[in-house]
Structures are given as C-alpha cells and as structure tokens.
C-alpha cells in the first residue's frame, strides 16, 4: 500500500509530455503541469493550442504560469529509501533524501528543501513585480497614444474649423471683387455708350454739313469753281483711304511680327539697386530706397534699369510690355557691351535703341538727334520686335495695332538683350511696375 502511494506520488512529479521530473514546471489555465519547454514546444507544432492531458482547447496560446516544484514536493516521500525529501540537488533539479546524497548523488550539490523553495519564491515575487511593472509602462503607453490621438484630432477639428473661416473670407473677397468688376464693367460700357452716343452726334452734324455743302456744289455745278471743289473732295477721300490702308497694313504688320514672341524674364544681377523685381523676373518697379546689391560689372549703378536675362545674336524676336499707369518710362534693345556705369546716353552709337515716355505725354524715339512721337492717347501695352540680320527696330502700339517708331538701317555685331527702364516713383506718381506680357495674336483690322 505505501509503495502504491509513493509512486502516485512520484507521478505527481513527472511531466507528462517528457516523463521525467519537471524542468521549469509551469501550469495551465485548466490546472495541469508540464515542464515550460515541453508544453512550449508541443505548442509550437500543434495546429490548436490543446491541453495534451484534458484536452481542453484555447482559442489564443494561453499565459502559462510558473509553479515551484520544491514547494509541489515538501512533505513527499522518497520511493528508494522510504524517507521524507529534504534536500534539493541543485545539479540535477531533483528533490532527494537524506540517503540519496551518499549513494545516487555523489559530488552533486544539495541546498535544504525549504531554502530552496524560498529561494524559488522570491524569484516568482521578483519576476511577478517585473511583469507588473511591463504591464503598468504599456498601459502609460497605451494612454500617450490615446492622449496622442485626441490631441491630433483636435488639431484637425481646428485646421478644419481655420480652414471654413478662411474659406467663408475668400469667398465674401471674391463675391466683393465680383461685384466691383461688374460694376467695373458696367461703367465702362456706360461710358463706351455715351463716347458712341457723342460720335453719333458728331457724325451727324458732318453728315447734314455734308449735304449741305452737296446741295451748295449742286448749285455750282456750272461755276468755274466746280472743278476744284471736285478736286478737293478726290483729294479728302484720298487721304481717309491711305489712312485705311496704312491702318490696315500696321495691322497685319503687327500679327506677322508677334509669331517671333519669345519668353523674356529679368536679369536680377543687371538690376539697378533702387529697382523690385517680382519673384517670377515678370515685373520691375522703382522702390524707396536703395537696397545693398553687390555692384558687380553686370549691374547698373546710377540709372534705374535692368536687361532681359536672354541673348539675341541672329533672327527675328518680339516681346511686349505693359505701361499703363505709368507717367515715365523707357523700353528697347541694348548691346550686351554697353556700359552701365555713371551717365548713360541713350542713343544707337552708344548701343542703345529705344523710345520713350517723360511727364506723361511727351513720347520720344531716342535716336540721334531724339524725334518726338505724337501718341494721343497713349499705348496701354508696347510690343517690341527686333529683325537682326535686317538691322531693324520696331515698336508697336498693341492696343491699336499701330507702329509707333522703328529705327532702320542698324549694324548689329553684338548679343542684344530686352532693356527696361520704369524710371523713379516720383513720389509715388510713377509707382506702377513695367510688367513683360504674355503674347496675344492682334485681331486683323477686318476682322
């Protein structure tokens, strides 16, 4: 009866996956014992996470909880010498008697049972404290993660919330320029209308002196000056039809010469220290005051001009620049050799062609000497076209789709760059920038 009972007692003892006394014995959820790395192995290669004695299925691979043997064998006996276990043989993990030292476990080495179960003990308490201490630093990490989340969420209800506003502004901003260009427009046709309206009235006053006059040349029919009243209205009719004609040609003119349009942007290293240019080298307007450029050779010291970073030295090019609301400003072509120190005169020798608007109204073509233009009004936009093997400059009114000057008969041996000049603010008067144009082809005059 008490060898029975000893070897359900020893069984207690063996793991039953490997059969032999447990090696870091751990213990399921269902309350069976196995040796950590049996279970753990027989884990890795099974399809289900299965108790191998109950069977008992879990759908996750379970927590497996260490168990200390020592504490599992206090108070057991010992099958071979009928003797209680007090010792722990530390070399083979085995829990043996007083007797067992002597015959079975020679040079082995041995701690008393209960030392070694305290010891055991407090390494569980040790280990335990270890995986609370995980669990607390990833549930802080679970709440900054979530504190995290909610802050970025907040963060994107306001730029949300700025976003609408900025919306809500834009959009009241375009519906008020909307409004304004209506009313812009509106005016315009007003005055257009009324301009038609004087012209109409005009018109008809020439018209009732007209016949007037053919009732009076009716009546001098057989005077001796019926001839040269005749004479004078070939003569008018004449003139209106080589001011058509001249118009029409300047027109087609001007549409032939804008399909050698070229993209020309402003050189900041040639740029005069008074002068802003926009960030797209599309625009130059003359500042406050001066700005600390170093004053490399390129760069224009005392007149308030800049060139066109691109080079021309064969071929036909064409560019257009708008004026309006300007009162001065200067624009052509410069040789790439000109000086750009001190006082620069403005004339073809010195390798400049160019023309050119002073105190609002007085255009002139800066040749040699200058020849005064009659612009009335004057262009809003002025297209510039170069012919370099003709040795030709011509300047276009685009508005109207008239020449206004060209100079002919030139000797060009060097590059040619655009030149611009939006000359000083004058308090402000002058302050509209000179703005490089992208190029529309002019309607035909018939059209």
């Keep these: 009866m008490s060898a029975a009972s000893n070897l359900r007692s020893e069984d207690q003892f063996l793991c039953p996956i490997c059969l032999d006394v447990f090696t870091d014995p751990v213990t399921t959820s269902c309350g069976h014992n196995f040796c950590k790395n049996c279970i753990s192995q027989h884990w890795d290669i099974s399809v289900m996470y299965q108790c191998p004695m109950c069977k008992e299925t879990f759908n996750t691979r379970p927590q497996l909880r260490l168990i200390d043997a020592v504490e599992n064998l206090e ?56 995986i609370q201490h995980m669990i607390q630093k990833r549930r802080l990490k679970i709440q900054e993660i979530k504190d995290s989340v909610k802050m970025s969420k907040d963060a994107a209800d306001r730029e949300k919330a700025e976003g609408v506003q900025v919306f809500v502004v834009l959009k009241e901003s375009v519906e008020q320029r909307m409004k304004e260009l209506i009313k812009e427009i509106e005016d315009k046709q007003e005055a257009t209308e009324k301009q038609a309206e004087g012209l109409i009235k005009d018109l008809e006053q020439e018209i009732s002196e007209l016949m007037k006059r053919s009732s009076e040349v009716e009546q001098l029919a057989h005077s001796e000056d019926h001839l040269h009243l005749l004479l004078t209205v070939d003569q008018l009719e004449e003139t209106i039809r080589k001011l058509m004609k001249k118009k029409l040609c300047e027109g087609v003119q001007l549409k032939k010469v804008q399909q050698y349009a070229v993209d020309v942007t402003l050189d900041p290293d040639t740029a005069n220290s008074w002068l802003i240019l926009s960030n797209d080298g599309k625009q130059v307007y003359c500042g406050d005051e001066r700005k600390k450029f170093p004053d490399n050779p390129e760069r224009f010291s005392d007149s308030p001009c800049v060139l066109g970073e691109q080079s021309f030295s064969s071929g036909r090019f064409y560019f257009e620049v708008q004026v309006k609301g300007k009162t001065d400003w200067t624009l052509g072509v410069a040789r790439e050799s000109i000086n750009r120190k001190g006082k620069i005169p403005l004339r ?40 370099y093997e003709e040795g030709l400059v011509s300047f276009y009114d685009v508005g109207a789709a008239a020449l206004i000057y060209s100079f002919t008969g030139c000797s060009f041996t060097h590059k040619l760059h655009p030149y611009f000049c939006p000359c000083h603010n004058d308090g402000g008067k002058n302050s509209a920038p000179l703005i490089i144009c992208p190029v529309n082809q002019t309607e035909s005059v018939n059209d």
């Design 75 to 130: 108070g057991r006996m010992c099958m071979k010498h009928d003797k209680l276990l007090e010792l722990f043989c530390k070399t083979d993990h085995t829990c043996v008697c007083m007797l067992c030292p002597v015959l079975d476990h020679k040079n082995h080495e041995f701690v008393p049972l209960k030392e070694e179960y305290e010891g055991k003990k407090a390494e569980l308490k040790k280990t335990e404290a270890e």
């Design 348 to 387: 073809p020798q010195d390798g400049f062609w160019t023309v050119w608007l002073r105190n609002r109204n007085k255009y002139s073509a800066c040749a040699s000497p200058p020849v005064p233009l009659c612009l009335q009004p004057g262009p809003e936009k002025v297209g510039v076209f170069v012919d």
